[in-house]
């Protein structure tokens, strides 16, 4: 399988503060993968995602999206990501349907397909009734649904979710992970991050987990499994990140490594 999503010695620095939020970062997603971040709230997550997709330029490294690097082509790259952030970053004086019209015109998006996917998605969160109200209007969790349909409205190569399930009823948490699933079978990938234990090990394919800006550990869930022994996820992560506080754990997997 081909990296959708290559990322090689990241680091970032924010400007003013001596120390690295993310310290040489090295990671692949591969075709079709559903790949989970874990990590603990402040671990570097949602710093290295708004690097990958573009949000925060990065200090040091490389990211590779789709086969385009992100300094010589980040236009290209970034057609190829669908993103739903940790906070909505929605226009609150349009209406939902505007909103999914005004994504995809940005991403080129034929009337037609445009019209099937948000059709479907719309009815699938139970939001058809409500589309022509303004998004301001909105609850915390339909405002959530609205960025997962707008970041899937071009049906990216690399959906990208940055805690997504936060805020949403049981019903609709349970629909966005059957989109991930689907999303991955029809040959594109999902790299979400979270720090909800038991998703992670119910829903990802690979995971890595991160901790104070640095990757500890990376590998499939039957790698990690077996080295730790047949315990629970919980209990390794935990086991993991409190080592981390003293030392550097060593990834059982490397990521520079292309075939697992």
Same mark, same amino acid.
């Given at each position: 399988?081909?990296?959708?999503?290559?990322?090689?010695?990241?680091?970032?620095?924010?400007?003013?503060?001596?120390?690295?939020?993310?310290?040489?970062?090295?990671?692949?997603?591969?075709?079709?993968?559903?790949?989970?971040?874990?990590?603990? #709230?402040?671990?570097?997550?949602?710093?290295?995602?708004?690097?990958?997709?573009?949000?925060?330029?990065?200090?040091?490294?490389?990211?590779?999206?789709?086969?385009?690097?992100?300094?010589?082509?980040?236009?290209?790259?970034?057609?190829?990501?669908?993103?739903?952030?940790?906070?909505?970053?929605?226009?609150?004086?349009?209406?939902?349907?505007?909103?999914? #019209?005004?994504?995809?015109?940005?991403?080129?998006?034929?009337?037609?397909?445009?019209?099937?996917?948000?059709?479907?998605?719309?009815?699938?969160?139970?939001?058809?009734?409500?589309?022509?109200?303004?998004?301001?209007?909105?609850?915390?969790?339909?405002?959530?649904?609205?960025?997962?349909?707008?970041?899937?409205?071009?049906?990216?190569?690399?959906?990208?979710?940055?805690?997504?399930?936060?805020?949403?009823?049981?019903?609709?948490?349970?629909?966005?992970?059957?989109?991930?699933?689907?999303?991955?079978?029809?040959?594109?990938?999902?790299?979400?991050?979270?720090?909800?234990?038991?998703?992670?090990?119910?829903?990802?394919?690979?995971?890595?987990?991160?901790?104070?800006?640095?990757?500890?550990?990376?590998?499939?869930?039957?790698?990690?499994?077996?080295? #730790?022994?047949?315990?629970?996820?919980?209990?390794?992560?935990?086991?993991?990140?409190?080592?981390?506080?003293?030392?550097?754990?060593?990834?059982?997997?490397?990521?520079?490594?292309?075939?697992?």
């Amino acid at each position: 399988m081909s990296d959708i999503l290559r990322i090689t010695n990241l680091s970032k620095k924010y400007k003013g503060n001596e120390k690295y939020s993310v310290r040489d970062l090295n990671l692949q997603v591969k075709e079709g993968e559903l790949f989970a971040f874990l990590g603990p #709230n402040g671990a570097g997550k949602s710093t290295t995602i708004k690097c990958i997709v573009g949000a925060l330029p990065f200090t040091e490294g490389n990211v590779n999206i789709c086969g385009y690097d992100f300094h010589e082509k980040p236009i290209e790259a970034k057609r190829c990501i669908g993103y739903v952030p940790d906070n909505h970053f929605l226009y609150e004086t349009m209406t939902a349907n505007e909103y999914i #019209n005004f994504m995809a015109d940005i991403y080129g998006v034929g009337i037609n397909d445009r019209k099937i996917r948000a059709e479907k998605y719309l009815e699938l969160f139970g939001l058809s009734d409500v589309a022509n109200k303004a998004v301001g209007s909105y609850s915390h969790g339909m405002k959530q649904k609205i960025c997962v349909i707008g970041a899937l409205i071009h049906n990216p190569k690399l959906w990208i979710l940055d805690e997504p399930l936060t805020g949403l009823d049981p019903q609709s948490a349970y629909n966005l992970k059957e989109l991930m699933r689907e999303h991955c079978r029809e040959g594109n990938s999902v790299l979400f991050s979270s720090h909800i234990i038991e998703v992670v090990e119910k829903l990802c394919d690979r995971l890595a987990i991160i901790d104070k800006g640095r990757l500890l550990i990376s590998g499939s869930m039957d790698e990690i499994r077996a080295s #730790n022994e047949d315990n629970s996820l919980e209990e390794f992560f935990l086991s993991v990140t409190q080592q981390s506080q003293e030392v550097r754990v060593t990834p059982i997997v490397s990521d520079q490594i292309d075939n697992f």
